[in-house]
C-alpha cells in the first residue's frame, strides 16, 4: 500500500509506542472467527496468513495470537495441534502481495527543522468522509470501552488520573490541573486524588511536570509553563468541527496507528483523545500529530504544555466532561517497540 503525505503515519521505528504485534492483535480481532461447515477452514488460514506474511510475525508469535485472540471466538475451537498447522503452512504459502504489507511503509511527511514551528498538512475532507462514514459512532465507542464508565458519574475521577499517571510511588508526579487558564496549581498526584482537591477541575496538561515552577516566555515565574513540563506522557488529539459520532470514527481510526488509553467529551462540542507516547522520538510523533491534523485534528494540542479537559471534570457551567473510553491496560501494552 503506498503511503502519502494524507496518509497514516507508518514509521519503520516506533509507532506511538504501539508495537507490530500489538497492531497484528487488533486486526485480527475484526477478522471473522471460524465456523465448522462455514468456511472455517479458509477463515483460520486467512487469518493466520495475516499474521505470518501481511504482519510478517514468526511462527511462535502468530501461534500464541491465533491461541489467545482468535482460537476462544471459533465454533468449535481448533486444537492446538490443528491450530499450529495452519500457522505453519501460512509460513510458506504463495501470495500476491509483497511480506509486511499490513505494517505500511513511511509516511512521506517532511521533517521539521529543529527550533522552528511544525508545517501542518492541509484538511482532507476525502480522508475524513471515508474515515467517519466507517464508524463507530460515540456510543458505539463507549460500548468498547475496555472499562465500561457511567458518562454521568464524575466521582470517578480520582481512579482514571492514578490509571493514567500512578507510576507506583507515594506521591506520584507533579501534575499541573486548573480550574480555568488563569487559576491552577502544580501539585502531586497524591494530592489531587484526595478527598475533594478536584472539585471545580475542569483543565490538565496531559503531561507530568518536571517541576513545580517554571518561567513564562516573558521570564515570570509560573505553575504553567512549557519550561517546567517534562517529558511527553500522552499526546491528546482533539476535534472540534464535526459531530461526536464524527469525531469517534476519526479518533476510532487514530487508534489502528498509536495507543488510545482514553476518550474525554469537552462537555462543549468535541472529544479528546489521549495517545499514551511516553518515550518516543518527538519526530514519530510529529508524523502521527501531522496526520490527525489532516484529518481535521486542532494543532494546538501539539504544544507539550497546553490544557486540555479533566477526565470527568466540570466545565466552569457546571457541565461534566465525560469519559467515553478508558483502556489503561493500553499503557503497558505500549511500552512495547517496533
Known amino acids: 500500500m503506498k503511503i502519502n ?103 512521506d511527511i517532511p521533517a521539521t527543522l529543529p527550533g522552528s514551528s511544525p508545517k501542518w498538512p492541509e484538511t482532507n475532507m476525502e480522508e475524513i468522509h471515508r474515515i467517519t462514514a466507517a464508524g463507530p459512532t460515540a456510543l458505539e465507542l463507549w460500548k468498547r470501552s475496555p472499562e465500561l464508565l457511567d458518562v454521568d458519574d464524575g466521582s470517578n475521577g480520582a481512579d482514571i488520573l492514578l490509571g493514567l499517571f500512578g507510576d507506583g510511588t507515594p506521591k506520584g508526579p ?31 496538561v496531559p503531561s507530568p511536570m518536571s517541576a513545580r515552577i517554571g518561567h513564562t516566555k516573558d521570564g515570570r515565574e509560573s505553575e504553567h509553563t512549557l519550561e517546567n513540563t517534562g517529558p511527553r506522557r500522552f499526546l491528546v488529539v482533539e476535534f472540534d468541527k464535526g459531530t461526536a459520532d464524527d469525531h469517534a470514527a476519526r479518533l476510532w481510526h487514530l487508534a489502528e496507528y498509536g495507543s488510545l488509553v482514553l476518550v474525554v467529551h469537552s462537555g462543549g462540542k468535541s472529544l479528546h483523545g489521549w495517545f499514551y507516547c511516553a518515550g518516543q522520538p518527538e519526530a514519530a510523533l510529529r508524523k502521527f500529530m501531522a496526520y490527525a491534523v489532516s484529518i481535521g485534528a486542532d494543532k494546538a494540542t501539539w504544544t507539550k504544555s497546553q490544557f486540555v479537559r479533566l477526565p470527568a471534570g466540570q466545565r466552569e457551567n457546571g457541565v461534566r466532561q465525560s469519559v467515553f473510553y478508558f483502556d489503561p491496560a493500553a499503557i503497558n501494552r505500549g511500552e512495547a517497540t517496533l
Open 5 to 107: 503525505v494524507s496518509a497514516p503515519p507508518f514509521s519503520s521505528g516506533t509507532l506511538i509506542a504501539l508495537s507490530i504485534v500489538e497492531r497484528a492483535r487488533r486486526y485480527l480481532a475484526t477478522l471473522p472467527p471460524s465456523i465448522s461447515g462455514s468456511g472455517g477452514h479458509d477463515a483460520a488460514f486467512r487469518a493466520a496468513s495475516c499474521l505470518t506474511h501481511g504482519f510478517s510475525l514468526d511462527e511462535a508469535t502468530a501461534y500464541a495470537l491465533m491461541a489467545s485472540e482468535f482460537n476462544p471466538r471459533c465454533q468449535p475451537p481448533w486444537s492446538p495441534a490443528e491450530l499450529a498447522h495452519k500457522v505453519r503452512s501460512s509460513m510458506g504459502a504463495p501470495a500476491d502481495k509483497p511480506r509486511g504489507h499490513l505494517i505500511g511503509e513511511l509516511a
Open 174 to 204: 507533579l501534575l499541573c490541573i486548573g480550574k480555568s487558564n488563569a487559576e491552577f496549581a502544580t501539585r502531586p498526584l497524591s494530592t489531587w486524588v484526595s478527598k475533594d482537591n478536584l472539585d471545580g477541575g475542569a483543565l490538565v
